[in-house]
């Protein structure tokens, strides 16, 4: 998340919050993918996380990128959080532990995207190496506990660590022990958006496994492949999930608005101030009868700012947020826009997902959702696994990306960028599968060797 909203303009009805998701409809010509990523800062001496204050701090390195890139600091009180392109088309945040997010700017081409990423990353090493810091691309930090892990000076996290215990057993691990990458794309209509929601919610137990890459906590096997994506099953079931009501005749724009409306708030946000409603109703809001803001009504930047509090496996804007992958590689940064532009902006490709999903049942969504966290491409399904489906898809999204035709400067199309992902429908074995291969022989059971061999 970067910078909360602040559009002062006031909701009179539940047809504004509608207008504001179905406003994202445009032409296909229009359509831009938008690629985020988070990372695990670590010391190159001694692998300890990265706090905020100090000379070697987060808030330094920051600073650091403020000089160079020249973008405008994001303030949180006395206290930088992120940076903004001065042209809106991206920013740097942080997560509540300290990770390291670029949100990316939407972009036309996965060429593009991956020009942003690798931007990125040698940017934050010219920044980072000077202090000592290095990077580190997992879905869940493999040494620190949680009490270990520093905590960012937000102040809407502050408010969600106090309410997340009340929930579930692990969204504060979420918050602070995990990190994801996440491809954000567009839709044409209402119909369109249906179809590609429905279908990214079915398939992203597959990218799940797909990108499974969080093997480890607290220096030592987890039991998982993904456990970050495991930790989402105990977080907040009011907020999260495979939204089963998708798949139900009359699906639109306004039955997820009303899901939405259903999700208590967390935080009501007036100037610079952040008031703690966790727990309360949106609907009490647009009505001026919230009982910690008396008479205060509900303004679009709240409707949006509540809108990124939801957590569902596809969320939906006025945009579509593809959310179920790991934090990764740079090259598998890359894959993740290139797999879902593969399958959802080419109509073959997405009509081919739609046969493949279309018959899947409720149960048979949410079985995939709990087994895939721990065996991942090797989970059964229907008399084969999800290896089964992961290599359609993958041939799928290649055959899609051809379609597309985009060529960089060697003539080469977008296809490329799926290389790692037939690597690893081609092996059967995850990331994960192989970190955990490399701890067990080469590594001799040293946790420190994930940083020393896979870090930035």
């Given at each position: 998340m970067a910078r909360d909203?602040?559009?002062?303009?006031?909701?009179?009805?539940?047809?504004?919050?509608?207008?504001?998701?179905?406003?994202?409809?445009?032409?296909?010509?229009?359509?831009?993918?938008?690629?985020?990523?988070?990372?695990?800062?670590?010391?190159?001496?001694?692998?300890?996380?990265?706090?905020?204050?100090?000379?070697?701090?987060?808030?330094?390195?920051?600073?650091?990128?403020?000089?160079?890139?020249?973008?405008?600091?994001i303030m949180d009180k006395d206290a930088i959080i992120g940076l903004t392109d001065p042209t809106g088309l991206g920013a740097i945040s942080l997560e509540p532990g300290g990770q390291f997010e670029l949100s990316g700017a939407p972009l036309e081409t996965i060429h593009q995207t991956c020009r942003e990423v690798n931007g990125h990353l040698a940017q934050v090493r010219e920044c980072a190496t000077p202090l000592g810091i290095g990077f580190l691309g997992l879905g869940a930090s493999p040494k620190w506990t949680r009490a270990e892990t520093p905590v960012m000076p937000k102040s809407r996290y502050a408010i969600m660590s106090r309410y997340m215990p009340k929930v579930g057993n692990l969204?504060?691990?979420?918050?602070?022990?995990?990190?994801?990458?996440?491809?954000n794309l567009d839709f044409s209509s209402e119909a369109d958006m249906v179809r590609k929601l429905r279908v990214g919610v079915a398939l992203q137990p597959i990218v799940t496994a797909l990108f499974a890459n969080s093997p480890f906590l607290e220096g030592k096997p987890n039991g998982y492949l993904s456990w970050r994506s495991a930790v989402w099953l105990d977080t907040d079931n009011d907020r999260t999930g495979m939204m089963p009501f998708a798949f139900e005749a009359g699906f639109g724009f306004e039955r997820y608005v009303d899901w939405a409306l259903d999700v208590p708030m967390y935080f009501v946000k007036r100037g610079e101030t952040y008031h703690d409603v966790a727990g309360a109703s949106f609907r009490d809001l647009m009505a001026g009868r919230l009982a910690a803001l008396p008479g205060?009504?509900?303004?679009?930047?709240?409707?949006?700012?509540?809108?990124?509090?939801?957590?569902?496996?596809?969320?939906?804007?006025?945009?579509?947020?593809?959310?179920?992958?790991?934090?990764?590689?740079?090259?598998?940064i890359c894959a993740l826009p290139a797999l879902w532009v593969g399958l959802l902006y080419d109509g073959v490709a997405l009509d081919a997902c739609w046969e493949i999903v279309k018959d899947w049942t409720e149960a048979e969504r949410q079985a995939l959702r709990v087994a895939v966290p721990k065996s991942a491409l090797k989970t059964p399904f229907r008399g084969g696994t999800v290896l089964d489906i992961a290599r359609q898809i993958v041939a799928l999204a290649k055959d899609g990306l051809a379609r597309r035709k985009h060529v960089n400067e060697s003539g080469r199309d977008e296809t490329l960028f799926l290389r790692s992902l037939e690597e690893i429908v081609a092996s059967g074995e995850t990331e994960a599968e192989r970190l955990l291969r490399e701890y067990k022989t080469d590594w001799q059971g040293d946790i420190d060797e994930v940083f020393r061999r896979h870090g930035y």
């Open positions: 909203a602040t559009d002062a303009t006031p909701i009179e009805s539940r047809d504004q919050l509608v207008e504001f998701v179905a406003s994202g409809s445009k032409p296909a010509s229009e359509w831009r993918v938008g690629t985020e990523h988070e990372k695990f800062g670590f010391y190159l001496k001694d692998f300890a996380p990265v706090p905020y204050e100090g000379p070697r701090g987060i808030k330094r390195l920051l600073e650091a990128m403020e000089g160079l890139l020249g973008w405008h600091p969204g504060l691990d979420m918050m602070y022990r995990t990190c994801t990458i996440q491809a205060e009504y509900a303004t679009l930047s709240d409707w949006k700012n509540h809108l990124s509090t939801t957590f569902p496996e596809v969320r939906l804007k006025n945009y579509l947020e593809m959310r179920g992958a790991d934090g990764g590689p740079g090259n598998r």
